[in-house]
């Protein structure tokens, strides 16, 4: 048996270097699949995995209060207002609105400000941020960003209904989603 291995080393060699080869190709294919690349799409237009974890931990930190500490929301209601959140994130962008540091710093210090905490360093911000959302400082700044900008689509839609401004736009809300056809990849 090793006199047949040490005549046949080359073509034992080559056999597995193509195997490897055909297999690094197949993994490659499967990894651009269409159903693969995203979580879901809104307006027609995927979401990338990236933005879809972004908005889910924005509306776990800032959208869903548990009514006590101890029951946690349900994910049915995470995945909802998750992609509630990025069709908002989607409308506002593409209405450009824009949000500047000054009113990215107002929101985080009414948010400092409703969990009663003292201004700090920057160290300090950054250990506190990490403490209490488990994120890195330059997520969580974009995830509040995204809060704040669609706050703005909100009170700008809310400002221009001149009868019923709350309850036109909830009939806005609903319309929109519906327009923005979301689609849910398995």
Do not use: C, H
């Not at 995204?146 to 909830?170: A, C, S, W």
């Amino acid at each position: 048996m090793l006199k047949f291995l040490r005549k046949k080393t080359k073509v034992i060699i080559w056999s597995i270097v193509i195997a490897f080869i055909s297999w690094g190709g197949y993994a490659v294919n499967l990894q651009f699949q269409e159903a693969g690349r995203a979580p879901g799409s809104v307006f027609g237009k995927e979401v990338s995995f990236r933005d879809y974890l972004l908005a889910e931990r924005a509306v776990q930190i800032f959208l869903l209060k548990p009514a006590d500490d101890k029951t946690p929301p349900a994910p049915e209601d995470i995945e909802s207002k998750t992609w509630e959140f990025l069709v908002f994130q989607r409308e506002a962008k593409q209405r450009k609105i824009k949000v500047t540091d000054d009113e990215l710093r107002e929101g985080l210090y009414e948010l400092l400000a409703a969990g009663k905490e003292v201004p700090f360093t920057g160290e300090q911000y950054a250990a506190w941020v990490k403490a209490n959302f488990r994120e890195e400082p330059r997520d969580f700044e974009d995830q509040l960003r995204e809060m704040v900008r669609i706050q703005k689509l909100m009170e700008e839609m809310r400002n221009g209904f001149k009868e019923n401004p709350d309850e036109n736009l909830k009939r806005w809300q609903s319309e929109l989603i519906s327009r923005a056809n979301i689609r849910v990849y398995q």
